[in-house]
């Protein structure tokens, strides 16, 4: 198993001769003059202030999306000032012939509609930076930027800003104003990285300010043009938010019972670029519910942290490792191993830049104790240091321990962590070289390791990853999620701690029809990945071959084919029956998918699987419908069967999986979510259903409904439901 690995290690090698690192384009053209507003900015999209009339234009943009290198023809006009207060943006958006809009409510679906965004790097580090994004319709999207945003923008920030838009027949207008505290910057920087996007959905097509090769995405921080201050900004005064909550509801289940609680979150700037978060007894039932997954692998699924005072500046803390090897997962604190809450009684964050190249963050949360288990103390401390153009070195400490019922630190309960990691990209962002060390210790274990090394080019056309990583039987990361150290013998009821070595190789190739014709883009990727036990036995092996085909009216045809290799170690259930022998098994897969045009008002996706699964078969049909009302509505239901047949005593299993959801804004102000999940796997019926004024900016009431219902007869409590009525409102001070 060790010589395909081997080859392909060789064939990269050989491959790295071959490809030389894209030109960078030269963006110190790419600069706009900011002056002080000479009159006052009335925020109400329609730009007849004489301060619009004196601005800078952005006007001549580029096509990103889906072939770059062309200039947009659709123009767009864009201009920058500023007060005391705030930064004001303004852009006209001309040409425009169909408005696709999916969406009223906030941070949803920007990039599937039309719309306008901005990029900032106060700190023009071209690593960490803020996106500001605005619909034809007024609805907004935010999110924080760090060295993984190119592959990891959830817009889960939420702060501060306002906006106005005007539609005309053949154009939109919109108006921006920023406050200088929200804006993470260092005083006395007369120069920031500045980028503006537009999305154009009727033609499928994005465009940029500063041209941006296709193969990066339209918020990288790399190519970034200049704003040039007349006179630098300087710190702003007191900033200060505190954001109190009011919860009342009632539960009924097993016993009935009538809730009713307070809380309070704290934003205080101690800096222009530090942040101080507090929370006490924070209540996160407002929160999206998680999406149920059918788990048909031998390991936990990853979902994704959803908690606002876990989001702000979360790159710094949760970027170590790779997705399947995180030593920080803040979804650990909080959340038991079935993602039910464990009570927090405080939290506190300091994050942010304490000079333009070096960023900190420091966290400590406390739980309450509860019936499974004592309180538990989290702390965390990272750094990130900028290095060269766009290069980081980054590093960690954890430490999770159990405290007395007096209140003191349990010395025998503890877990702790602790990595170095360097990250180096080149000039353009092409060329990636990656590598990490990490140490644990966990009371009554000792001492343990964690090394990552790779490296990954990703051209135009051509793009290339070899990555490894490896872990001993003794590394634990109490406050991370690495699934695959966790196997379960179904026949002993154990779960046995096991560490592993892991290499991963991805080759693959890109192919974008210069005309404009029907298709826009041909993707095809050959992958290997295989994972030996510590003793360099096999654990599991996949061979996969990936080919997409994207058209330009959206749609996308995609085709999967692998073949794997997977040794159980341990009898291993995944149906009704008996589990399987512990053994070496093979298997083929093959899956085809289909997504129509998601600009129309009936979008779906169809897709369905099929091939053996270990000694038996799979088959795997999911259909997803979509109702889209633009721009008030969208309803959607998915259903996804997996008929699961084994040789006896193994038996056979079919599990089906449906997700109802129905978004229905009233206004950029107004929203009512409902979600409803029906999964036999997990014997549950649930529906979850939030009603969410937001009356001011930050502040809001929620109504929220849920209902559980399950059908395990193992289960002594069979049905919940409650009703939450939550109010915050922040305070300036």
């Known amino acids: ?33 900011i002056q002080r507003a000479t009159t006052p900015i009335t925020l109400d999209g329609v730009l007849d202030e004489e301060a619009w009339l004196e601005a800078d234009v952005a006007d001549e943009f580029w096509m990103q999306q889906p072939l770059d290198g062309k200039k947009a023809d659709p123009r767009t006009e864009v201009r920058v000032t500023y007060d005391s207060d705030n930064v004001y943006i303004s852009a006209i958006c001309y040409d425009v012939e169909d408005y696709v809009v999916q969406t009223l409510e906030r941070d949803k679906s920007f990039f599937e509609g039309d719309g306008f965004g901005v990029i900032i790097d106060p700190v023009n580090s071209r690593t960490n930076g803020l996106f500001f994004g605005i619909s034809p319709f007024n609805a907004q999207s935010e999110d924080l930027l760090g060295p993984n945003a190119p592959r990891e923008l959830t817009f889960s ?91 009342a509801g009632t539960v009924r289940g097993a016993e009935n019972e009538t809730t009713a609680d307070v809380g309070m979150d704290a934003k205080v700037a101690l800096t222009s670029s530090l942040n101080l978060d507090l929370t006490i007894n924070p209540d996160f039932s407002q929160v999206d519910v998680d999406v149920q997954q059918t788990n048909l692998t031998r390991f936990n699924l990853r979902f994704p942290e959803q908690r606002g005072f876990f989001l702000e500046n979360n790159d710094l803390f949760t970027g170590f490792g790779p997705n399947s090897a995180k030593p920080i997962f803040t979804r650990r604190i909080g959340l038991d191993v079935n993602n039910r809450p464990v009570p927090i009684a405080y939290g506190a964050r300091l994050s942010g830049n304490l000079n333009p190249n070096f960023r900190i963050g420091l966290m400590n949360i406390k739980t309450r104790p ?53 990250n180096y990209l080149n000039e353009s962002g092409t060329w990636n070289y990656f590598g990490s060390f990490h140490l644990s210790e966990k009371s009554q274990i000792g001492m343990g390791n964690y090394r990552q090394l790779g490296f990954e080019y990703g051209g135009r056309k051509w793009n290339f990853r070899l990555n490894y990583y490896g872990m001993g039987d003794d590394y634990h990361a109490d406050m991370g999620f690495i699934p695959k150290m966790s196997n379960y013998d179904a026949l002993n009821d154990t779960l046995y701690h096991l560490g592993s070595e892991h290499f991963h190789a991805r080759i693959g190739y890109t192919f974008r029809p210069e005309n404009r014709g029907k298709v826009i883009l041909h993707d095809i990727q050959l992958r290997n990945t295989v994972n030996y036990y510590t003793d360099w036995s096999l654990m599991d092996n996949e061979y996969r071959l990936d080919y997409e085909l994207s058209f330009r009216n959206t749609s996308r045809i995609t085709f999967q084919a692998q073949a794997l290799e997977t040794r159980l170690l341990f009898h291993t259930r995944f149906t009704d029956g008996e589990p399987l022998e512990p053994g070496l098994y093979r298997y083929p897969r093959a899956n085809l998918s289909y997504s129509s045009d998601a600009r129309t008002s009936l979008p779906f996706r169809a897709e369905v699987e099929t091939g053996l699964f270990y000694n038996g078969y799979l088959t795997t049909y999911l259909m997803e419908l979509n109702l889209r009302r633009q721009p008030w509505g969208t309803f959607s239901l998915a259903w996804e069967q997996n008929i699961l047949s084994l040789p006896e005593p193994a038996g056979a299993s079919t599990l089906t999986l449906i997700n109802a959801r129905s978004e229905v804004n009233f206004s950029t102000q107004l929203f009512w979510t409902t979600f409803l999940q029906y999964n036999t796997q997990q014997e549950n019926f649930n529906i979850n259903s939030r009603f969410q004024w937001r009356y001011l900016t930050m502040s809001d009431l929620f109504l929220v409904y849920t209902y559980n219902y399950s059908m395990s007869p193992f289960i002594e409590t069979r049905q919940n439901q409650a009703l939450l009525l939550k109010f915050t409102y922040m305070f300036n001070i």
Request: net charge positive.
């Open 157 to 247: 920030w939420d702060n501060r800003w306002f906006s106005a838009v005007t539609r005309l027949p053949d154009r939109y207008i919109v108006e921006l104003a920023i406050p200088f505290k929200t804006l993470r910057f260092k005083k006395d920087i007369s120069t920031w990285g500045i980028n503006f996007i537009r999305n154009n959905m009727s033609q499928n097509e994005y465009y940029s300010w500063t041209p941006i090769p296709v193969n990066f995405q339209l918020y990288d921080l790399g190519y970034t043009g200049n704003m040039v201050w007349d006179k630098a900004p300087d710190k702003t005064g007191t900033n200060i938010s505190l954001i109190p909550y009011v919860t």
């Open 1 to 33: 198993m060790k010589i395909p690995i081997l080859s392909f290690f060789v064939l990269l090698m050989r491959a790295t001769f071959l490809f030389g690192q894209s030109d960078t384009e030269i963006l110190s053209n790419y600069q706009l003059q």
């Open 370 to 422: 509860t019936e499974a288990g004592p309180a538990q103390n989290y702390s965390v401390g990272v750094f990130n240091q900028s290095l060269w153009e766009r290069s980081v070195l980054r590093g960690y400490v954890t430490n999770r321990q159990a405290q007395t019922v007096g209140n003191g630190l349990d010395k025998f309960d503890f877990g702790r962590n602790a990595g170095l990691e360097l």
